[in-house]
């Protein structure tokens, strides 16, 4: 068992506030598991996030959003609001022992306006700061690749690697960093995975966990 205090860093003049992203027990609210929507291969409940739920948790939500939170694999979820800082939300998948399979975590991020490839390069910098400072320990860490990520018609990167954790265990990571179509604000989804609960065995298995199968249902409102 382990926990990791909150991490801070700045992410291109933004500074995100990280709540720990692994514990060996998660916490939080229990979401209603029963399956109200289809997005895809996801099904689910579907959660939206605008002023509504920037009013009742206190916190910033610069540009309006939705994902489906998958509940026909995992139902031991747990989820977080507010998580810590500037971060909106939290999504735990755990084992019925409570141990964790995979999570998602959504910050805010900025970028400026500018040509497609222009806010790439920005959302190729914002992913891999995201992943450096969501590790324990940098020295310790590794990126397998980055390139573009597909999520929703947006404009996305994703860097993939892993890292070594307190207890001496691997952690598969990907950090996604989305910018909303026309607009200045975007999200970094940030998704942490035990190998040996998730049945990760390669680098892209990350994509398959119920953290990145919720974030490919994130949808710009």
Do not use: W
């Amino acid at each position: 068992m382990f926990s990791r205090k909150p991490i801070t860093a700045a992410i291109c003049a933004l500074s995100l506030c990280l709540a720990a992203p692994l514990a060996a027990q998660t916490t939080g609210t229990t979401v209603e598991v029963n399956p109200l929507t289809v997005e895809g291969l996801v099904v689910g409940k579907r959660l939206s996030f605008g002023a509504d739920f920037a009013a009742k948790h206190n916190i910033a939500v610069p540009i309006p959003f939705s994902f489906t939170v998958p509940t026909d694999r995992t139902k031991n979820i747990r989820v977080e609001p507010a998580p810590g800082g500037s971060g909106i939300y939290k999504v735990n998948f755990a084992t019925e022992d409570n141990q964790l399979i995979s999570s998602l975590q959504l910050v805010p991020i900025t970028i400026p306006m500018g040509d497609d490839q222009t806010r790439m390069n920005h959302l190729a910098r914002i992913a891999k700061q995201a992943f450096v400072v969501s590790v324990v320990d940098p020295e310790k860490a590794q990126i397998d690749a980055q390139r573009r990520a597909k999520v929703g018609p947006y404009l996305a990167i994703e860097t993939l690697g892993r890292y070594i954790d307190t207890d001496g265990g691997v952690v598969a990571l990907r950090t996604v960093a989305i910018v909303g179509p026309d607009s200045e604000h975007g999200l970094v989804g940030i998704i942490n995975a035990l190998p040996g609960n998730a049945g990760i065995k390669q680098v892209g298995d990350i994509l398959l966990v119920d953290g990145s199968r919720a974030l490919g249902t994130l949808r710009f409102r």
